[in-house]
């Protein structure tokens, strides 16, 4: 069964189906016109074996009701005053849009993390009624990237302008260059790639009251629309905005989704305005919530601007980049920098030239910026992070070099250590197999430095498949006194060992080719709980792959978590306890309680709070030595 990179086009063989896959996900895009509208390619779609998407979760790429919000909230009437109070249309002006000349706007996707400041999504209420919801997203640059880069899955931003809020008589492109970078996001001033994006509410009913505000009706609301708020029930959604995918649980900070509608810049670049506003999508036609990336596979976008009048001399420009994510008992540490310059608003004159430091925890970008020529100096340009993790228990035996008293061996394949394509995950070179077809392999033999393995261990191996050219399948083998210990990832074509025992144990579908991805396998699943490794292989059934960083993570202690009380009501402020226990020993185990980043107390003592009826909330309990344990508390409606 072939694999495919995240964020990608691809159809089973005998299915016409297309889908966009991304994450857990495959999205399915139901017509040919959808596909236009959103300016997918067709050369793109990768057709793959029968079987090789059934694993995935077929969701819709957009909402069911035939009326979408961008049809209805664009040029439906400007706010005006009256002599009973300001009268909002709750509507925008389509000449703000992103599009291309000739078009009203541009439909396109965006992904990436609700974001927590304010809590997303966040029902914006006003004194007479919700105005709409707010969705503030933490922008994943992997996905825009794919999906609008150079080599991107779309074309549907190829010559958008920025046409501006009011609208300017200068549009300035969207992309930066010749291509669309993390630059095309980021108008100044803003230092990140987080969006706020809204959907207005549409009101059937005037709302208001004598020299308040008011929300004009416009009438009954589009079929299949719905009220789902309590705390306006004339506001009308075309899903569930607090749930629209109907999950068991609503949305919530944190959580990865996508978004689709059209891209709206507020605020303007009125000629010789440096400073672009900031874009949004608003209104939103559908969100959809799938698997973010793993840890691996995050980047992190750091931008930086700013100016030298003739009187300045010399300014220094920069930013410090540190990971925009946490990992449980992990160190995140840079593995690469990409540096993108943008063109619509740099004076190459006056820039300086740019240092780029990489630290143990993060990176520092500075630059000089000097007025010339009696023009003012400016710089505006981003830095784009990519991170390795390493875990604080991890024990690693393969890395630049194999262990002490390895020999060396291959099967249609010799030891290939490069240092590009791919560039190594970790230290200054990976090894890489050969592009050929059939079982391939190499592996080495007869260490004198052995892995020692825990009971409770998990064994690891950084692996990233050829896009171009992914295997079928992939197995791992250790060698402690035989080869009978393997774990197997995608197409089960390699028939050594016995299917689901130690000596042949099956991990699942094929990690997505194109990034480093760790594969790991609990010792015990392969008989090597409290065994000695001296040998390993890295082995392929067709494809190319490469490899680094391998060895044994050391699993910490268990906690065990209850909670008090039981039951807990929603709406009633609640005194709440969570206690810990180790959960092999059952002793009593201090820690600390989070909730998001921010600790909300200890375990054994109550700590206040009030729960919205529905939403989970997930506690995290921390305590030194052990790894971390969560639960997730819902609350139960009150009895009426």
Known sequence: MRTVPNVALAREASNPKVYLVV???????????????????WSKVLVVEDGSLSDLIEKPLQAGPPTHPSSVFFDCGDDYDAVDGKHYRNCQHSSHCVHRLGETHTDVLLAGWLDNL????????????????????????????????????????????????????????????????PNSWLLPPNPSLRLHNELNAWHQSTSGGLFTGHFDGRGPAPAGWVNPLDEDLDAWFPFDVLNPDGATH???????????????????????????????MHPIDWVVRVAGPPPDARRTVGAAHGGASITDGTVPVGVSIFPDFEVAYAQIEPRAVQEFVDHRWTVPASVGPIS?????????????????????????????????????????????????????FGD???????????????????????????????????????????????????VWLDPASPPDE???????????????????????????????????????????????????????????????????????????RAGVLRRLPELELGVSPAMITAGVNTAVTLKSQDANTGEKVPGTIYYGPTAVGSTGVAFWRTFLAGRAYTFVVRSPGYADASIDLVAEPQEI
């Open 23 to 41: 994450g857990d996900s495959r999205l399915w895009i139901n017509s040919p016109a959808e596909f236009e509208s959103l300016g997918f390619q």
């Open 356 to 408: 780029v430091v990489m630290s143990r925890d993060h990176v520092d970008v500075t630059v000089p910026v000097t007025a010339t020529s009696g023009q003012d100096g400016f710089l505006k340009g981003c830095w784009v992070v990519d991170w390795r993790t390493c875990m604080d228990n991890d024990h690693v035996w393969v890395d630049d070099h194999l262990p002490k008293g390895a020999q060396q």
């Open 250 to 280: 609503r949305l919530h900070s944190g959580v990865y989704v996508i978004l689709r509608g059209p891209l709206w810049q507020d605020h303007g670049h009125p000629p010789g305005d440096p400073f672009g506003g900031w874009l949004e």
């Open 412 to 462: 249609g394949e010799d030891w290939d250590w490069v240092t590009a394509d791919p560039a190594p995950y970790s230290g200054a070179r990976a090894h890489r197999s050969a592009l050929t077809g059939g079982l391939h392999q190499h592996y080495f033999l007869g260490a004198t430095g052995p892995m020692v393995v825990g009971r409770r261990d998990v064994l690891f191996a950084m």
């Open 474 to 548: 992939v197995m791992l083998q250790w060698h402690a006194g035989s080869w009978e210990h393997r774990a197997t990832w995608g197409a089960d074509v390699i028939d050594w060992g016995a299917p689901g025992s130690a000596s042949r144990q099956s991990m699942g579908r094929l990690p997505f080719s194109g990034e480093w991805v760790r594969l790991q396998v609990p010792a015990a699943d392969v008989g090597l709980a409290g065994g000695t490794v001296d040998g390993m292989a890295f082995t392929l059934s067709g494809g190319r792959a490469a490899w680094d």
């Open 118 to 181: 304010p809590e997303s999504p966040n029902v914006n209420v006003k004194p007479h009624g919700v105005e709409d919801v707010h969705y503030d997203l933490h922008l994943d640059w992997n996905f825009l990237d794919r999906m609008y880069g150079p080599d991107g899955l779309s074309n549907r931003l190829a010559g958008a302008q920025l046409w501006g809020n009011p609208s300017s008589t200068v549009p300035m492109p969207f992309a930066d260059g010749p291509v669309i970078t």
